[in-house]
């Protein structure tokens, strides 16, 4: 079983910052790609930030310039850092990680923080 746990959430003014972190745990797996989702109440799960297992970055349109995702795979984690933020960011923001076990594949989600951007 692979856990993930988020941290890193919070309240910030417009145009601020905020880093959000996600680790990976559990006993012997491999992670390949690991991507960041966002959420707001009546709304689908959006996609924001995707990176590869080579590190091969890819965004959302309405986050890119702005946010900046990266890994560091001696920690099993992801960041997600996130510059000139606007009220419209706000929503849960949930880290998934995809990779294999002895068991097989595996695609799982962290339990999300909630980032509140404020006017």
């Known amino acids: 079983q692979v856990q993930l746990v988020e941290s890193g959430g919070g309240l910030v003014q417009a145009g601020g910052s905020l880093t959000l972190s996600c680790a990976a745990s559990?006993?012997?797996?491999?992670?390949?790609?690991w991507g960041w989702y966002r959420q707001v109440p009546g709304n689908e799960r959006e996609s924001v930030a995707f990176?590869?297992?080579?590190?091969?970055?890819s965004y959302a349109d309405s986050v890119k310039g702005r946010f900046t995702i990266s890994r560091d795979n001696t920690k099993n984690s992801v960041y997600l850092v996130m510059d000139s933020l606007k009220p419209e960011d706000t929503a849960v923001y949930y880290c998934?990680?995809?990779?294999?076990?002895?068991?097989?594949?595996?695609?799982?989600w962290g339990q999300g923080t909630q980032v509140t951007v404020s006017s």
């Open positions: 990176i590869t297992s080579i590190g091969t970055s």
């Open positions: 559990g006993s012997s797996f491999t992670l390949n790609s």
């Open positions: 998934n990680a995809g990779g294999f076990t002895p068991r097989g594949p595996f695609n799982n």
